[in-house]
């Protein structure tokens, strides 16, 4: 009973030893989802003007979304995985696509 106790608590302080150096990283991971398939999504779609079939294969990820909303009268697109969301939208040709924050609002065209 007691190498169990001691056994547990080594692989807790093993865990608690890799994670903790890396806590900031692993909490940046949920927004990297959404973030990258709607970036990436606008720019196969609208800069290098590609299908969307064609657009959701080249950014489908290991790691599933939830959503993938594409508006094409704005000219915007939002992703939603593991929880965040995020949205990227066109801004022209010279300037191609670019992540929104929240608050933002598409511009106009």
Not at 14 to 22: F, G, H, K, R, T
Not at 49 to 58: E, F, I, M, Q, T
Not at 74 to 81: D, F, K
């Amino acid at each position: 009973m007691r190498r169990r106790h001691l056994l547990l608590l080594s692989i807790v302080l093993l865990v608690i030893a890799v994670i903790w150096p890396n806590r900031a990283h692993l909490a940046a991971f949920p927004d990297i989802i959404g973030a990258y398939t709607a970036k990436e999504y606008c720019s196969c779609r609208y800069v290098t003007g590609n299908s969307p079939d064609y657009c959701r294969a080249y950014t489908r990820q290991y790691v599933p979304i939830d959503l993938l909303h594409d508006d094409p009268g704005l000219r915007r697109v939002t992703a939603r995985g593991l929880g965040r969301s995020h949205s990227a939208a066109w801004l022209g040709p010279r300037e191609g696509c670019r992540l929104l924050s929240e608050t933002e609002s598409p511009p106009e065209s």
